[in-house]
C-alpha cells in the first residue's frame, strides 16, 4: 500500500527483540497508538481498506482487535461484535476451539451477536500463523454470517498466514 500513512503508522512499530521469548522479534504497536496522528491513519486506512466489501459489522479479536475494530465499525457505520476468550462474556455464547502449536485453545462469541446473512469482516491487529483469524471466520460461518474478508494493521508474512484464511480477501497494511 503507497501511502505516505502507511509510512508514518510503520515509522512507530517498535521492535523488541526476544519478546515474549527468546528468538522472537515482538512488533510493538503501543507507540503507534500513543501518537494521535499515527493512530487516526490506521484507522482511516483500515476502514478505507474495508469500505469497498460493505460490511454489515466487523469483529474485533480480544485483546488488540478491539483496540482497531472498534474505531473502523465507527467510522464506516457498522456494529461491532467482541469475540473474546472463553468466560468473558455474560450471555450465551457460541464458541469454537482452535488448535496451537501445543494444545488448543478457544474463542467465543455472543450466540445472537450476528443476523444471518450479515456480511462480517474480522479485524484484528497482527496477521501471524492465522489460527485465531481463522477460527473466528468459523464462528461468523456458525452463526449464518457471511465471512467477506479480513483486516490486520500488520501482517508477518514469513509466517504464512494468509493460507489459512485462504477463499476470503485479507488486507494488511504493513508487511514484515
Known sequence: MADSRVDAVRALIRDVPDF????IMFKDIT?????????????????EAIAPRKPDALIGIESRGFIFGAPVARALGVGFVPVRKPGKLPHRTRRVEYALEYGTDALEMHHDALVAG?????VDDVLATGGTASAAGRLV????????????AIELAFLS???????HPVDALISY
Open 20 to 23: 515474549p521469548r527468546a528468538g
Open 118 to 122: 450479515a456480511r462480517v469482516i474480522i
Open 161 to 167: 498466514g494468509r493460507t489459512r484464511l485462504s477463499g
Open 141 to 152: 460461518e456458525e452463526a449464518g454470517g457471511l465471512l467477506a474478508g479480513f483486516a490486520f
Open 31 to 47: 507507540p503507534m497508538l500513543a501518537d494521535a496522528r499515527a493512530f487516526a491513519a490506521c484507522v482511516d486506512l483500515l476502514a
